[in-house]
């Protein structure tokens, strides 16, 4: 079976740190892979995506920055932390063919102080 | 933009209670749609999700309808349980064209279910 795995769980950072997120997932091939951040209390604004190794879209301008070094790795990544950075980060994955179909990994809560 | 927004923010029903969750979607477009169901801390988990070739479909305990003359989708949750206390999001996606699966999601309504 498949599983997505993301780390660290909870962070807290200061203004102007950087930061990297990590996301990997296990039991499956060439799969798409996606980030996405949850305001408190809102939807799910849906920040990159990628259909393979070292292809990334951005879906909006920000921040933050997004690479997959691996067939099933993804990393969201900052050079310097914004207090409007703060959130729940999720990253996600579908088959390749079934692309609407997104299972969600645990997330990240992250606190920019 | 197009958008994907609920009716009802909150819902709070009694456990045995039938639940339904509204979700209304603008993106005349849209020929998929999925539930998921967000547990406190946790990543959204699929419930259940429908194309726009039907207008009904069934899973364990839950029943999707899509209505696309009104562009309205909607979670019915047979006999409620405390565990199914959560906040349920709708979700749309253009499937047919180059989103590669991009999904846009509603606000969100939180579930309320009382022993």
């Known amino acids: 079976s498949q599983t997505i795995h993301q780390w660290p769980a909870t962070l807290v950072q200061p203004v102007g740190s950087p930061l990297s997120l990590e996301c990997t997932v296990e039991g499956t091939s060439n799969p798409n892979l996606y980030w996405y951040r949850q305001a408190a209390g809102r939807g799910l604004q849906l920040l990159f995506y990628s259909v393979g190794i070292g292809q990334i879209s951005s879906e909006v301008p920000q921040n933050l920055s997004a690479s997959r070094p691996q067939d099933r790795q993804f990393i969201l990544s900052s050079k310097k932390l914004l207090l409007s950075d703060s959130g729940f980060y999720l990253c996600?994955?579908?088959?390749?063919?079934?692309?609407?179909?997104?299972?969600f990994g645990p997330g990240t809560r992250l606190t920019v102080t | 933009g197009e958008s994907v927004g609920l009716h009802l923010p909150t819902l709070s029903v009694q456990e045995g209670d039938n639940s339904i969750i509204n979700c209304a979607y603008s993106n005349s477009a849209s020929d998929y749609f999925i539930w998921y169901k967000q547990e406190s801390g946790k990543g959204p988990q699929f419930i259940i999700d429908?194309?726009?070739?039907?207008d009904k479909r069934q899973g364990q305990r839950v029943t999707v309808l899509l209505n696309k003359t009104v562009k309205h989708l909607s979670l019915q949750i047979a006999a409620t349980q405390p565990g199914d206390s959560a906040v349920y999001f709708c979700a749309e996606s253009d499937a047919g064209g180059t989103s590669y699966g991009k999904l846009t999601f509603g606000q969100g309504t939180i579930l309320t279910v009382h022993p």
């Open positions: 429908i194309r726009s070739n039907m």
């Open positions: 996600a994955w579908s088959v390749r063919g079934n692309e609407d179909e997104q299972y």
